[in-house]
């Protein structure tokens, strides 16, 4: 059987434009973006031009957009300035955040650098709004506030302009993990109330390895990594040339095909969750599966038996890639936080479906068949 890919929220596939788009500068345009002479002119210019295309994309302006390695060091980065230059010293998040943000706040919260606060989730996986409402009153401290656009398990996505609006009314500082919806849903950051968003060029078919930290105008933070002058002196360190141009490639693709690829993606998703609902006796979904949610995510829910209990194993065998929790986090086997946090039902087994517009409606259904014979 040939293999199917059904774990696009932990990894895309490099669009073969974004490697044409790339492939110049992993040959002959290898120069150095701060060297000063005609080759290395023509690296910055490329860096550049990929700045402004990204920021016209989310409407923000060239020196908002500050590129990275990646999701995990653009959320670092943010949480760490916060605390250290922006003089934050509670900070407010969920449970089901990105382990990215999550080790970074108990860190700084184990160095007594902050107070911590969690705010409470819905039982369908949404943030409890007026929970956060009461816990931003009842602060007297000044408060930094990180939710994630959309969950990158269970696919629950979040209110940003309505979370923004209630941190700018208590004057908290907002960061958003948008790893999941950055190539995925149109952004106006100009008009968002936000102060820091992040975003990863391998989640929607570009490169691994860049990274995008969107920071709003009005803030002023130092650098997180020191040892040059590149990124306009707020990320020491020679610049991914060949990720960033692959990035901002990737990017403008994601938005030229927007309408058509999330309407034939959601069209997939749906369909799954039908499919299931049909053959599977006593399937559940974890999180929000409605319009407030990823169009490429689902999370299922199946009862547990003893052939159930391998089933990930058994579909690898099978060469069906799906995920039981979160990529990022394979090797150690403790099951989700995420999961844990919204359906602690020791009788099912979750497994998270996500998807691209290179999945089609056939795969689904010999995922479906195949997962009838295994449980």
Request: glycine letters at 6%; one cysteine or more.
């Amino acid at each position: 059987m040939q293999r199917i890919y059904f774990d696009n929220a932990a990894t895309t596939s490099l669009d073969p434009q974004v490697l044409e788009a790339m492939m110049p500068y992993l040959t002959e345009k290898f120069g150095n973006p701060s060297s000063i002479y005609s080759y290395g002119r023509e690296s910055r210019m490329a860096v550049e031009s990929a700045r402004k295309t990204v920021a016209k994309i989310l409407n923000a302006h060239p020196a908002e957009i500050f590129f990275t390695s990646g999701g995990t060091e653009s959320s670092n980065t943010a949480i760490t300035a916060a605390v250290r230059d922006l003089g934050c010293t509670h900070i407010i998040t969920s449970p089901i955040e990105h382990h990215a943000t999550l080790h970074t706040v108990e860190h700084l919260h184990k160095r007594d650098e902050i107070n911590l606060s969690y705010v409470k989730i819905l039982p369908n996986g949404h943030v409890d709004l007026k929970h956060l409402k009461e816990l931003l009153s009842s602060s007297n401290e000044k408060c930094f506030v990180s939710l994630m656009h959309a969950n990158n398990e269970i696919g629950n996505m979040l209110d940003i302009h309505v979370v923004g609006e209630i941190c700018k009314a208590h004057s908290a500082i907002f960061h958003s993990d948008t790893v999941q919806t950055i190539g995925h849903f149109p952004f106006d950051l100009r008009n968002t109330p936000v102060h820091f968003v992040t975003g990863a060029g391998h989640k929607f078919h570009g490169p691994k390895g860049v990274g995008l930290l969107y920071i709003n105008e009005n803030i002023r933070i130092n650098p997180y990594i020191y040892g040059g002058s590149q990124e306009r002196n707020m990320r020491a360190g020679t610049e991914n040339l060949y990720g960033i141009v692959g990035f901002a490639k990737a990017l403008e693709l994601a938005t030229a095909n927007y309408e058509k690829e999330s309407a034939f993606i959601r069209d997939i998703k749906m369909y799954m969750k039908s499919q299931l609902e049909k053959h599977i006796k006593g399937v559940a979904f974890n999180g929000d599966t409605s319009n407030q949610s990823l169009y490429t995510v689902l999370n299922v829910a199946i009862p547990k038996t003893e052939k159930s209990e391998m089933l990930l194993f058994n579909l690898d065998i099978n060469n069906i890639c799906a995920s039981g929790g979160s990529a990022c986090t394979s090797g150690a086997d403790q099951g989700s936080h995420v999961i844990r946090a919204i359906n602690n039902n020791p009788n099912q087994i979750a497994i998270r479906f996500s998807f691209s517009n290179q999945n089609s409606k056939e795969e689904v259904d010999k995922v479906v068949a195949k997962l009838k014979e295994l449980i």
